[in-house]
């Protein structure tokens, strides 16, 4: 039965192929399509009316209520209308272009780095792919018009419901009083994320058309370990070209000295001396360069190059603690966002680079791309910068455990590790936030997707993060280490902050005694919202944040005094939009940072916790005493 479902999963990864990050070089080349696209919506929840009247196969310009909409972005805050800002079902996007003389050199692909939800795509009149599950880069291979325009057409939907990752619940509401009033319009329903973080929709990332050889590299997979062991593997479409061979260099980018040269689409070897890429504070993020040159083993002419940043380091666990490198690793980190102002979770390298920059000036040295696969870019980043990364699935919220949703979710868990893999800042992997896991369904479930992902990637451990309790968890067992989200003093104990720290001890160093494991505290906090003043604290203001902020950060030192935490991060770097609700003022300020990343009172107490901080305490220190 096991085996049996096991297959299954595997069979499923292998049907996806690995992506690889666009790159313009000597052999290939990329337009990035990003703009002004056209955009239409159809009513809220319609049946379906474009895709039942072809709107793939007509000018979408030429409709009275065509707008366009900028490309990347969630299209949520752009208009002046509140139906685009909260709307629920199909919009459409159109895009024309003509093609140069030069593309008919190459094959050509579009790729799409992040639609959210459901996308279905057609280019000049005809569907070819379609994605779901949105945060993760998709691509299909076109044939470009060249005596006339050529036009993507993309229906995207953001519908949720309990078979969507992450879920939603949908819901009619119809009430009729005696006299015959009706309160609710006809067809009006609510939609309730199963998450605490606004339904942003539309084409959140880049668009590129990428020009390829016809024989080109199409997958690479670097394992590259602090010993200095490195092994590669290139999967490549061959397009009946013949014999492939390929030319391999790396090169140290500190000293630009070439460490390595081989032959051949794959290898296991040992370098000997070389530098390490360390998490910040623990040495340099060293990074290596592996150049691929596709060459036809006949002719020995290069057909194909692609370059890759990598690292070498390794990730191990014990029972206490997570070791990158064999020193113990003390995430001083953040849960995160993308979301920002107008565009929503469209990409952006301001805000990004932004949130970098805040993350570091603070001090921490690691975040959890919290509640799903962050941009390419950024990934690139923390590898640059030495940001240690925990890469979470986009599955939040989960409670239904059932098989077709496994499969989405093994779906996604494979798109993720073939997109991030290779990066030396990514060093676990996180399977879901906040499931269900008291379940037993949700046992057996998380079973099979964990043997999954060890099989996809043997190098990093796995993790979910959870906010069920030691005593009744069903999942804690089987994970590397353990994320705990909690929030003594904000959800419990609103106001009592003298409960604050013993509840933390007490808690935390239960699910160290029971499952012998790493435990991070992934999630903490409280909200504030910036400017709102009052002494003695009282809840939502700054002085609030910053004692719940303290009396946390005495449990923790006793925690990792004790041997019982492997580290913390904060919720949340900034505040960011939520669905409407009784509990958020305009979104979730739990965030150290406005949502424009102006700091709050409670950025500069963990700024100078995080800068003080001894990097390796674990065990040893025993006089924090709470
Ligand atoms: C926009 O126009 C199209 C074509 O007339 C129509 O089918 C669609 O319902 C309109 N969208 C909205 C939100 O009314
Ligand atoms: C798309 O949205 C509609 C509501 O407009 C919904 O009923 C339908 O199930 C969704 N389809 C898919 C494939 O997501
Ligand atoms: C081979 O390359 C051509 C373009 O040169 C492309 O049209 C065709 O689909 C490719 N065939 C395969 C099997 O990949
Ligand atoms: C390329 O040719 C060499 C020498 O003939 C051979 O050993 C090697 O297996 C070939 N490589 C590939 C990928 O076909
Ligand atoms: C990798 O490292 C191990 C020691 O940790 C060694 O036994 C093995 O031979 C190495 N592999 C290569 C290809 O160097
Ligand atoms: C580590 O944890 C396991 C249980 O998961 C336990 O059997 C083992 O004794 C522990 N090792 C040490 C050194 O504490
Ligand atoms: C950790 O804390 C617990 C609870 O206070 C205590 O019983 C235990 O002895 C401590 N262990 C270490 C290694 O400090």
């Excluded at 994970?479 to 409960?499: Q, S």
Aim: charged share 20%; with cysteine.
């Amino acid at each position: 039965m096991f085996r049996c479902l096991f297959l299954i999963l595997l069979i499923l990864v292998f049907e996806n192929d690995g992506i690889l990050f666009p790159q313009r070089n000597e052999y290939r080349h990329y337009d990035q399509l990003d703009g002004l696209w056209t955009f239409v919506r159809e009513p809220k929840n319609s049946y379906g009316v474009g895709l039942e009247n072809k709107w793939h196969l007509v000018d979408l310009e030429d409709f009275k209520n065509a707008t366009v909409m900028p490309v990347p972005s969630a299209y949520n805050d752009i208009t002046q209308d509140i139906n685009v800002r909260d709307h629920v079902g199909w919009v459409w996007y159109q895009y024309k272009f003509y093609a140069s003389k030069q593309d008919t050199e190459y094959r050509t692909f579009l790729r799409f780095s992040s639609v959210n939800y459901y996308a279905l795509i057609f280019f000049n009149g005809y569907l070819i792919g379609n994605h779901v599950g949105g945060h993760l880069p998709f691509q299909f291979e076109v044939s470009l018009n060249f005596n006339s325009l050529n036009k993507i057409t993309i229906a995207v939907n953001n519908t949720l419901s309990h078979d969507t990752i992450p879920p939603g619940e949908f819901k009619y509401l119809h009430q009729t009083y005696p006299s015959g009033i009706q309160v609710y319009p006809p067809g009006f329903f609510e939609l309730t994320p199963d998450f605490d973080f606004f339904n942003y929709a539309g084409i959140l990332r880049s668009v590129y058309l990428l020009k390829l050889p016809k024989s080109y590299i199409k997958e690479l997979k670097i394992a590259a370990y602090g010993n200095g062991n490195f092994s590669y593997r290139i999967n490549v479409d061959t397009n009946n070209s013949g014999d492939l061979n390929a030319d391999i260099v790396v090169t140290s980018l500190k000293s630009r000295q070439r460490v390595y040269e081989g032959k051949g689409l794959q290898a296991d070897v040992n370098i000997q001396h070389v530098e390490l890429w360390n998490p910040r504070g623990y040495g340099e993020p060293n990074l290596h360069e592996l150049e691929i040159h596709l060459i036809n083993n006949q002719t020995n002419q290069i057909i194909d190059i692609y370059r890759e940043k990598f690292g070498f380091r390794t990730v191990q666990v014990t029972n206490d603690t997570i070791l990158i490198n064999e020193k113990t690793f003390y995430c001083k980190g953040f849960g995160m966002h993308e979301d920002f102002e107008l565009h929503g979770r469209g990409y952006n390298p301001v805000v990004m680079t932004k949130d970098l920059n805040m993350v570091e000036w603070m001090g921490g040295n690691c975040y959890r791309t919290s509640h799903y696969p962050y941009s390419e870019e950024r990934a690139y980043e923390a590898d640059r910068r030495g940001i240690a990364v925990i890469t979470e699935v986009p599955a939040v919220g989960m409670r239904y455990f059932t098989k077709p949703i496994q499969k989405l979710h093994a779906q996604m868990i494979s798109e993720m590790i073939l997109r991030d893999r290779n990066h030396p800042s990514v060093f676990a992997w996180s399977l879901s936030n906040e499931p269900a896991s008291d379940s037993s369904t949700a046992r057996n479930y998380y079973s099979d997707l964990i043997t999954l992902t060890h099989s996809l990637d043997s190098t990093r451990p796995v993790t979910m993060v959870l906010d069920t309790y030691y005593s009744t968890d069903k999942v804690a067992d089987m994970l590397d280490f353990i994320c705990v989200n909690r929030y003594y003093g904000w959800y419990a104990n609103t106001g009592y902050l003298e409960t604050i720290t013993k509840s933390y001890i007490g808690e935390i160093y239960e699910w160290k005694r029971k499952f012998q494991k790493p435990i991070i505290q992934s999630e903490y906090g409280a909200d504030a919202i910036a400017g709102l003043s009052q002494d003695p604290s009282i809840d939502f203001s700054e002085q609030y944040q910053v004692d719940v902020l303290i009396r946390a950060h005495k449990a923790f030192d006793f925690l990792r005094a004790n041997g019982s935490l492997a580290g913390e991060m904060v919720w949340n770097l900034a505040d960011f939009m939520t669905a409407q609700s009784t509990s958020r003022a305009v979104g979730n300020h739990k965030g150290m940072l406005t949502r424009t990343r102006q700091p709050k009172m409670a950025a500069y107490v963990l700024k100078k916790r995080y800068e003080t901080l001894e990097n390796v305490v674990i065990g040893k220190d025993k006089k924090n005493k709470p």
